[in-house]
């Protein structure tokens, strides 16, 4: 299929009328400039779910969702961007032209066909082998661990025959080449230069990507020899570390229920999904990558890790868990009592006491503290310290005050110990890993970081309803004043497309941004109600406090390179740095006494 032209789409977009678009699926009511109704998205009984006519976007304030036509079609009908483009075309009865592909592009493409019928023929040979005569043992293996038929044309599991070379053969014999078989991992050569297969004598498990095409096998032994899982290598279609497990049979289900949960084992997510527990997906591996946190992101924020409870799975959880929480996942672990693993307990115990379990798990942080209780203990005094001191680089992470005080509080309560005193620990943990200026520096922003994000947001509204403003704010230090990433991600987009030329409304704007979190984030920024005031000062406050806030870091970080350079007795680079230095400053008390002249608006 080829390309949709740009021009199309964008004047489709201008075309179609949201809010008859959205009228069809959900009953809306006029109110004031925007009308209202009950969001399709997230069951509610007072409308939170807003459409704009004027800007011809949508929000809800209760789950966030937002964006313009297309998005909405591909959030209620499921389906990706072009599938959308073709329903509103169809709606407003225009054809969709098509663009002919590049020569390259085209190549490529076919290339990746082809490497994804040849897997497509080796899982079907897999799936016709765990049938016939050969696969006798490994389907009673299959029997055993309960699967039923249904789970087993789901997940399209095979077998892969003892013999050296069936699979080879057979593709051979389809006109697979021998190049292909070997790129693809299906086959090896042997020390005797042989083409011999991959995967012998195991059940086999294929790993489709998010579309449900092909990628990669995982095979497991039915006896006791090793490896007991051998995955395919990486191939032009299939990478370590950046695919999951089920994803494309889960992410209904993950979208619909807005949670995910992750789990190790093949044979897990298998179970799960057989119990109805469609939400499930697997790491392929142990450690998780930010790679893969980043898909997930795609579908949900809301992650439960449930891992193995032997020592190895709660040591991966942990680490998983780190990089999904500097992804910023909002994380929970759930932990299998007495010991078994995911497949066994669902098996044993049912849908209904997994269920309860998914609703007991922990926060991450609070998982942490219970593992540190295993660990220290904290009936006496030193073992109370000691998990405190484990747990206070987490403390000193969280930027929210309320957050971080919820978190104290657990921590004094599971303890036993006072609040006080755990606050003094941090106080103290905070000093000795600051120098004291940097500390204030710190302090100084963690107390206004709330008022800086929200001119952040301001600012950003007045750019998009007021584009002439642009050239002032870029002058300012444009992006530079934006530290929040996806408001930043937001301005450049804009900024990108205004400066090549293009007046883009705020709904072409939704399309042109990747993100759906900040799809999300600007449909809420643009269906908020205005600033009461003037805008003309709204802006230059916003403007002036954000290159306040520019300054003061570029203080910081010119005042650590001077001493740099200082200590490594490099005057002239210093002195450089220094009169840098005092430039900043000089603009900095010019600054501030403009904005006592002009006078702050106050920031509640
Ligand atoms: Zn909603």
Redesign the pocket.
Known sequence: MGLIPEEFISDLLHRADIVEIIREYVPLKKQGQNYVGL?P??S?KTP??VVSPHKQIYH?F????GGNAFSFMMEKNGGNFVDAVHAVAKRYGVNVPQTEKSPEKAKQDKLRDRYFKINELAARFYRNALHGSSGQDALAYIKKRDLNTETQENFMLGYAPAGWNNLSKFLLDKGVSQHDLILLGLSIISQRGTLVDRFRNRLMFPIADDRGRIIGFGGRVLDDSQPKYLNSPETPLFYKGKHLYGLNLAKASIRKWDQLIIMEGYMDVIMAHQHGITNCIGSLGTALTANQARLMMRYTYNTSICFDSDAAGQKAALRGLDILEQCGCRLSVITIPQGKDPDEYIRKQGKDAFEELIVKAKPFLEYKLLRLMEKYNPDTVEGKIQVIEKLLPDMQKITSPLARQAFVQVIAEKLVFPETAIYAELRKFSGVNRNNKQDREVKRKCTSIHALEKAQRALLKLVLEYPEVISKVEAWGGKELFNHTLLKEIYQNNYLMRQAGHNIKANDLVTLLDNPDSQQLLTEILIEEDSPGDVKRIFNDCLINLRLDYINNKIIEKSSLMSKYEESGDVTKSLEIMSQIQQLVKEKQSLATTLRKGGILNEN
Do not use: A, D, V, Y
């Not at 209760?62 to 969702?65: A, E, I, L, N, Q």
């Open positions: 969001c998205f997230h509610e939170s779910f809800c209760g789950c966030g969702k």
